[in-house]
């Protein structure tokens, strides 16, 4: 039976005031080489997405939603061509066995609608959601991070990650708090 590593603790989380502490707060944790951490804001700040290595993580939204248009479209035509040509065939006329510009707009509904289902179902699953709980939400003061505080959070999970240092570490970078997460 394959045992799951446990943290006992989810991290160390910062607590700042304003983007620009946490943006250099966020850039010497990534020169000091810790890898696994987390931003949490108010708003969109793109330096910080940036140095804590979004920019580097490959999305593959992009993917999911090309693989789910072409097999949107490649079952579109399947379906209407089986159905008009085999399953039903009508030869009337003395029409072409397979008349392809007719099953154009099936196949491009078919493209856009699985390719729409997988982009927002690969999304979903990407992200990890839905997810009703996380660990940072045992931080009492982390419900002000949607108003007007800023929080940077080092993960245990980072190999670089010592609990002691890590609160040290954070504790000189100008925080206006410095917790530890619980798992």
């Not at 020169?31 to 108010?42: E, I, K, L, S, W």
């Not at 789910?68 to 065939?89: K, R």
Request: overall charge negative.
């Amino acid at each position: 039976m394959k045992q799951v590593k446990r943290y006992p603790i989810y991290g160390v989380m910062a607590e700042y005031d304003t983007p620009t502490q946490l943006s250099d707060a966020t850039k010497r944790a990534f020169d000091a080489g810790y890898r696994v951490m987390d931003a949490y804001t108010p708003y969109p700040i793109e330096e910080v997405s940036e140095m804590i290595g979004f920019h580097r993580k490959h999305n593959k939204v992009a993917l999911a939603t090309l693989i789910g248009g072409v097999i949107g479209g490649i079952g579109g035509y399947s379906l209407a061509s089986l159905a008009s040509s085999v399953w039903y065939p009508l030869n009337i006329a003395g029409r072409p066995f397979i008349p392809w510009p007719m099953y154009i707009p099936v196949t491009f509904e078919c493209t856009i609608l699985v390719a729409g289902l997988s982009c927002a179902i690969g999304m979903m699953m990407m992200n990890g959601l839905p997810q009703p709980y996380h660990p940072v939400f045992n931080v009492e003061s982390f419900s002000r991070s949607t108003n007007d505080r800023f929080f940077l959070c080092i993960e245990s999970r980072d190999p670089k990650y010592d609990e002691a240092a890590v609160t040290d570490f954070l504790g000189t970078t100008g925080a206006r708090e410095v917790v530890r997460v619980d798992g």
